[in-house]
T-cell receptor
Framework: DQQVKQNSPSLSVQEGRISILNCDYT??????FLWYKKYPAEGPTFLIS?????DKNEDGRFTVFLNKSAKHLSLHIVPSQPGDSAVYFC??????????FGTGTSLTVIP | EPEVTQTPSHQVTQMGQEVILRCVPI?????FYWYRQILGQKVEFLVS????????KSEIFDDQFSVERPDGSNFTLKIRSTKLEDSAMYFC??????????FGSGTRLTVV
Protein backbone atom coordinates (compact mmCIF):
# COMPACT_ATOMS: atom_id res chain seq x y z
CA ASP A 1 0.00 0.00 0.00
CA GLN A 2 1.86 3.06 -1.27
CA GLN A 3 -1.02 5.43 -1.70
CA VAL A 4 0.64 8.13 0.39
CA LYS A 5 4.37 8.66 0.29
CA GLN A 6 6.74 10.82 2.24
CA ASN A 7 10.00 10.40 0.44
CA SER A 8 12.20 12.22 2.93
CA PRO A 9 12.64 10.17 6.10
CA SER A 10 14.39 13.04 7.86
CA LEU A 11 14.93 16.79 7.67
CA SER A 12 17.14 19.14 9.68
CA VAL A 13 16.48 22.87 9.82
CA GLN A 14 17.98 25.77 11.75
CA GLU A 15 15.77 27.46 14.31
CA GLY A 16 13.95 30.41 12.78
CA ARG A 17 14.13 29.06 9.25
CA ILE A 18 11.35 27.51 7.19
CA SER A 19 10.70 23.76 7.36
CA ILE A 20 9.08 22.25 4.29
CA LEU A 21 7.73 18.73 4.54
CA ASN A 22 6.48 17.03 1.40
CA CYS A 23 3.93 14.36 0.68
CA ASP A 24 2.80 12.69 -2.53
CA TYR A 25 -0.24 10.55 -3.15
CA THR A 26 -1.45 8.35 -5.97
CA UNK A 27 -5.22 8.18 -5.54
CA UNK A 28 -6.92 11.04 -7.38
CA UNK A 29 -10.11 10.38 -5.38
CA UNK A 30 -8.53 11.64 -2.16
CA UNK A 31 -10.35 14.77 -1.04
CA UNK A 32 -9.22 15.21 2.56
CA PHE A 33 -5.68 15.67 3.75
CA LEU A 34 -4.24 15.97 7.22
CA TRP A 35 -0.90 16.59 8.84
CA TYR A 36 -0.08 15.11 12.21
CA LYS A 37 3.00 15.28 14.35
CA LYS A 38 4.09 12.57 16.71
CA TYR A 39 6.45 12.45 19.64
CA PRO A 40 7.86 9.10 20.83
CA ALA A 41 5.48 7.12 23.06
CA GLU A 42 2.58 9.45 22.25
CA GLY A 43 -0.30 9.33 19.83
CA PRO A 44 -0.34 11.52 16.71
CA THR A 45 -1.35 15.14 17.32
CA PHE A 46 -3.51 16.79 14.70
CA LEU A 47 -1.89 19.87 13.15
CA ILE A 48 -3.79 21.09 10.14
CA SER A 49 -6.12 19.85 7.44
CA UNK A 50 -7.08 20.78 3.91
CA UNK A 51 -9.80 19.62 1.58
CA UNK A 52 -9.58 19.40 -2.16
CA UNK A 53 -11.65 22.52 -2.74
CA UNK A 54 -8.79 24.63 -1.41
CA ASP A 55 -5.15 24.88 -2.35
CA LYS A 56 -3.90 26.49 0.85
CA ASN A 57 -4.78 26.50 4.50
CA GLU A 58 -2.98 28.47 7.15
CA ASP A 59 -2.98 28.17 10.93
CA GLY A 60 -0.41 30.26 12.74
CA ARG A 61 3.06 29.08 11.84
CA PHE A 62 1.70 26.13 9.85
CA THR A 63 0.57 26.32 6.23
CA VAL A 64 -0.49 23.39 4.10
CA PHE A 65 -0.40 23.64 0.30
CA LEU A 66 -2.25 21.26 -1.97
CA ASN A 67 -1.49 20.76 -5.66
CA LYS A 68 -4.17 18.38 -6.89
CA SER A 69 -2.88 18.12 -10.42
CA ALA A 70 0.52 17.02 -9.12
CA LYS A 71 -1.02 14.97 -6.30
CA HIS A 72 1.30 16.71 -3.91
CA LEU A 73 0.92 18.47 -0.62
CA SER A 74 3.40 20.19 1.58
CA LEU A 75 3.55 21.55 5.10
CA HIS A 76 5.44 24.76 5.77
CA ILE A 77 6.47 25.69 9.29
CA VAL A 78 7.64 29.28 9.68
CA PRO A 79 9.56 30.07 11.79
CA SER A 80 10.73 26.65 12.91
CA GLN A 81 11.24 26.17 16.65
CA PRO A 82 13.13 23.45 18.55
CA GLY A 83 9.82 22.24 20.00
CA ASP A 84 8.71 21.41 16.47
CA SER A 85 11.18 18.51 16.41
CA ALA A 86 9.01 15.43 15.92
CA VAL A 87 7.89 12.97 13.27
CA TYR A 88 5.38 14.48 10.85
CA PHE A 89 2.83 12.34 9.05
CA CYS A 90 0.61 13.29 6.17
CA UNK A 91 -2.62 11.38 5.69
CA UNK A 92 -5.22 11.33 2.93
CA UNK A 93 -8.76 10.08 2.58
CA UNK A 94 -11.60 9.88 0.07
CA UNK A 95 -14.36 10.05 2.64
CA UNK A 96 -12.83 11.75 5.64
CA UNK A 97 -13.12 8.52 7.60
CA UNK A 98 -10.47 6.06 6.50
CA UNK A 99 -7.15 7.86 6.23
CA UNK A 100 -4.02 6.47 4.60
CA PHE A 101 -0.85 7.59 6.31
CA GLY A 102 2.59 8.22 4.93
CA THR A 103 5.68 6.78 6.59
CA GLY A 104 6.58 10.05 8.26
CA THR A 105 9.40 12.59 8.13
CA SER A 106 11.49 13.14 11.22
CA LEU A 107 12.07 16.87 11.63
CA THR A 108 14.94 18.15 13.75
CA VAL A 109 15.08 21.87 14.44
CA ILE A 110 18.56 22.87 15.50
CA PRO A 111 18.80 25.69 18.05
CA GLU B 1 -7.85 20.46 26.66
CA PRO B 2 -10.11 17.42 26.12
CA GLU B 3 -8.28 14.23 25.33
CA VAL B 4 -8.85 10.67 24.25
CA THR B 5 -7.82 8.23 26.98
CA GLN B 6 -6.62 4.72 26.29
CA THR B 7 -6.04 1.93 28.78
CA PRO B 8 -3.88 0.05 29.41
CA SER B 9 -0.79 1.74 28.02
CA HIS B 10 0.89 -1.62 27.57
CA GLN B 11 -0.68 -5.07 27.40
CA VAL B 12 1.13 -8.36 27.11
CA THR B 13 -0.92 -11.38 26.12
CA GLN B 14 -0.31 -14.95 25.10
CA MET B 15 -0.95 -16.01 21.53
CA GLY B 16 -4.50 -17.28 21.13
CA GLN B 17 -5.87 -15.26 24.03
CA GLU B 18 -8.58 -12.65 23.73
CA VAL B 19 -7.69 -9.06 24.48
CA ILE B 20 -9.83 -5.95 24.92
CA LEU B 21 -8.36 -2.51 24.38
CA ARG B 22 -10.26 0.31 25.96
CA CYS B 23 -10.76 3.91 24.95
CA VAL B 24 -12.67 6.84 26.37
CA PRO B 25 -13.31 9.28 23.49
CA ILE B 26 -13.89 12.99 23.95
CA UNK B 27 -17.36 13.37 25.40
CA UNK B 28 -19.13 15.32 22.65
CA UNK B 29 -17.53 13.38 19.79
CA UNK B 30 -19.69 11.14 17.66
CA UNK B 31 -17.17 9.43 15.39
CA PHE B 32 -14.74 6.84 16.69
CA TYR B 33 -11.81 5.08 15.13
CA TRP B 34 -9.13 2.49 15.71
CA TYR B 35 -5.77 2.60 13.98
CA ARG B 36 -2.66 0.55 14.56
CA GLN B 37 1.04 0.92 13.90
CA ILE B 38 3.26 -2.11 13.71
CA LEU B 39 6.80 -1.26 14.73
CA GLY B 40 8.64 0.37 11.84
CA GLN B 41 5.56 0.52 9.64
CA LYS B 42 2.87 3.02 8.75
CA VAL B 43 -0.12 3.95 10.84
CA GLU B 44 -2.96 1.83 9.39
CA PHE B 45 -6.71 2.34 9.58
CA LEU B 46 -8.71 -0.46 11.16
CA VAL B 47 -12.28 0.73 11.60
CA SER B 48 -14.57 3.74 11.98
CA UNK B 49 -17.72 3.72 14.08
CA UNK B 50 -20.67 6.07 14.06
CA UNK B 51 -24.21 5.88 15.36
CA UNK B 52 -23.54 2.55 17.03
CA UNK B 53 -22.37 0.80 13.93
CA UNK B 54 -19.26 0.31 11.84
CA UNK B 55 -19.15 2.86 9.01
CA UNK B 56 -15.94 1.73 7.36
CA LYS B 57 -13.39 -1.01 7.93
CA SER B 58 -10.15 -2.04 6.33
CA GLU B 59 -8.99 -5.44 5.13
CA ILE B 60 -7.05 -5.79 8.36
CA PHE B 61 -10.28 -5.70 10.37
CA ASP B 62 -11.28 -9.32 9.85
CA ASP B 63 -13.52 -11.60 11.88
CA GLN B 64 -11.13 -11.76 14.80
CA PHE B 65 -11.68 -8.05 15.46
CA SER B 66 -14.78 -6.39 16.86
CA VAL B 67 -15.65 -3.00 18.28
CA GLU B 68 -18.25 -1.99 20.77
CA ARG B 69 -19.54 1.05 22.54
CA PRO B 70 -20.85 -0.70 25.64
CA ASP B 71 -21.98 2.49 27.38
CA GLY B 72 -22.04 6.21 26.74
CA SER B 73 -18.37 6.76 27.34
CA ASN B 74 -16.25 3.74 26.38
CA PHE B 75 -15.22 2.44 22.98
CA THR B 76 -13.50 -0.94 22.88
CA LEU B 77 -11.55 -3.02 20.40
CA LYS B 78 -11.61 -6.77 20.96
CA ILE B 79 -9.19 -9.17 19.35
CA ARG B 80 -10.60 -12.66 19.77
CA SER B 81 -7.61 -14.90 19.27
CA THR B 82 -4.42 -12.92 19.18
CA LYS B 83 -1.58 -13.76 16.81
CA LEU B 84 2.05 -12.72 17.00
CA GLU B 85 1.50 -10.33 14.08
CA ASP B 86 -1.13 -8.45 16.08
CA SER B 87 1.68 -6.94 18.14
CA ALA B 88 1.49 -3.20 17.50
CA MET B 89 0.56 0.17 18.93
CA TYR B 90 -3.19 0.55 18.79
CA PHE B 91 -4.53 4.09 18.62
CA CYS B 92 -8.07 5.12 19.33
CA UNK B 93 -9.32 8.40 17.89
CA UNK B 94 -12.50 10.41 18.00
CA UNK B 95 -13.98 13.30 16.09
CA UNK B 96 -16.86 15.70 16.46
CA UNK B 97 -17.14 15.77 12.67
CA UNK B 98 -14.64 14.40 10.18
CA UNK B 99 -12.08 15.02 8.95
CA UNK B 100 -9.46 15.65 11.53
CA UNK B 101 -9.60 13.75 14.75
CA UNK B 102 -7.94 13.51 18.12
CA PHE B 103 -5.82 10.47 18.84
CA GLY B 104 -5.17 8.83 22.19
CA SER B 105 -1.67 7.97 23.35
CA GLY B 106 -2.04 4.38 22.29
CA THR B 107 -1.91 0.91 23.78
CA ARG B 108 1.17 -1.14 23.05
CA LEU B 109 0.02 -4.72 22.53
CA THR B 110 2.66 -7.40 22.74
CA VAL B 111 1.63 -10.93 21.82
CA VAL B 112 4.02 -13.62 23.07
Amino acid sequence: DQQVKQNSPSLSVQEGRISILNCDYTNSMFDYFLWYKKYPAEGPTFLISISSIKDKNEDGRFTVFLNKSAKHLSLHIVPSQPGDSAVYFCAASETGNQFYFGTGTSLTVIP
Amino acid sequence: EPEVTQTPSHQVTQMGQEVILRCVPISNHLYFYWYRQILGQKVEFLVSFYNNEISEKSEIFDDQFSVERPDGSNFTLKIRSTKLEDSAMYFCASSESPPGYTFGSGTRLTVV
